[in-house]
């Protein structure tokens, strides 16, 4: 099973979670994440876990080094469709302080015009 | 020796994949006692943890073999982690939180952090160049 779908819409690059995320699942996410990154006009990250169910500190390392990524050319990082578990460890891993947490996919995607429309980098 | 209502070890080679066959054997070796999602996410995460250790650290490239061990009194659970891969040198550092010998891994350094709030007691054993033995013990319900 692929350990996740990715598209990019707009300027962001939208990350749909099929499987626990884990050190195994990390390792594909990290390289297929970068290396869109590297050749689309992506500035901002959505991590969509709808229908996950576990995550370990192994993720906590994918969304920090992909916030890295982009946090110096302006960009954001959420996470949507969160469920129990995995938001027991972005609470106390303190994950919060640097995502944002939107209620769907299309919340993620109201920004002002300004900033999605901006050429960017 | 104890005896113990239940008792179950698997071996398994040191790669990712692997990670989740363990998340799997210890919750359903938890099932009997009825946990709650909760005690449940707990656990596989402390066992996440210890075996994602063992894999990246304890062999790294050379690869080897993780031991998987649970058991079961009433409702306490002990389950151990071993690897006969390289050892830690500073227990008490790695167990340091934000502490990583990988960041180049991106490894967070919450590993052993999580081990500790999601179990009732932890205890690391390690000698360099012999390995690790990561036991927990967690009461369900």
């Known amino acids: 099973m692929q350990a996740a779908e990715y598209e990019v819409k707009n300027d962001v690059l939208v990350i749909r979670l099929k499987a626990d995320l884990d050190h195994h699942t990390a390792v594909s996410v990290r390289e297929a994440a970068d290396a869109l990154l590297a050749r689309s006009h992506a500035k901002h990250i959505l991590f969509d876990f709808t229908g996950v169910e576990f995550m370990d500190s192994s993720g906590i390392g994918v969304i920090m080094g992909r916030y890295r990524q982009v946090i110096f050319s302006g960009g954001r990082v959420g996470v949507t469709g969160v469920g129990t578990s995995v938001d027991r460890i972005f609470r106390i891993s303190g994950l919060y302080k640097i995502v944002e947490q939107y209620k769907n996919a299309e919340e993620a995607f109201i920004r002002p015009a300004s900033e999605c429309c901006a050429g960017g980098n | ?141």
């Open chain 2, 1 to 141: 020796m104890d005896t113990f209502d239940n008792e179950m070890r698997l071996t398994f080679q040191a790669k990712s994949c692997n990670e989740a066959l363990a998340r799997m054997t210890v919750a359903a070796f938890l099932t009997p006692l009825n946990p709650t999602l909760e005690e449940l996410a707990d656990t596989k995460t402390a066992v996440s943890e210890a075996v994602t250790n063992a894999i990246i650290h304890g062999y790294g490239e050379a690869g080897g073999t993780v031991e998987l061990w649970c058991a079961r009194k009433g409702n306490e659970v002990q389950f151990s982690v071993k690897d006969t891969g390289s050892g830690i040198a500073d227990i008490a550092a790695a167990m340091e939180p934000m502490y990583t010998s990988k960041p180049e891994l991106e490894r967070s350094g919450m590993g052993f952090s999580f081990m500790e709030a999601f179990t009732d007691e932890l205890v690391v054993e390690s000698a360099v160049g012999e390995g690790t033995l990561v036991r927990m013990k967690k009461v369900i319900g």
